[in-house]
Nanobody, 115 residues
């Protein structure tokens, strides 16, 4: 079955960096768009970044442009999100998602940006 497992979250100071990973199984990632989303307390889940199956088409939320980089390694079946210059407003649970007929989500990884 389709599984997505995120990792790499944690507590980081403002201006710091983190790299999130999403390990995929149960499907062939190179066929599908994938994306990172986040949900902060009291807010709706929002798109952070998405990437086409082989990587040439990438979309970022305006709030993360120039600071976050999405990438994928289809051979390793892993989606990445490199986050730099983190701000307190980036604090959220980060999820990866793939749509294969329906949406599949990982369990999320907490990112907390605080001094």
């Amino acid at each position: 079955q389709v599984q997505l497992v995120e990792s790499g979250g944690g507590l980081v100071q403002p201006g710091g960096s983190l790299r999130l990973s999403c390990a995929a199984s149960g499907f062939t990632p190179r066929i599908y768009h994938m994306g990172w989303y986040r949900q902060a307390p009291g807010k709706e889940r929002e798109l952070v970044a998405s990437i086409s199956p082989t990587g040439p088409n990438i979309t970022y939320a305006d709030s993360v442009k120039g600071r976050f980089t999405i990438s994928r390694d289809n051979g390793k079946k892993t989606l990445y999100l490199q986050m730099s210059n983190l701000k307190p407003e980036d604090t959220a649970v980060y999820y990866c998602k793939v749509r294969i007929g329906r949406e599949y989500w990982g369990q999320g990884t907490q990112v907390t940006v605080s001094s």
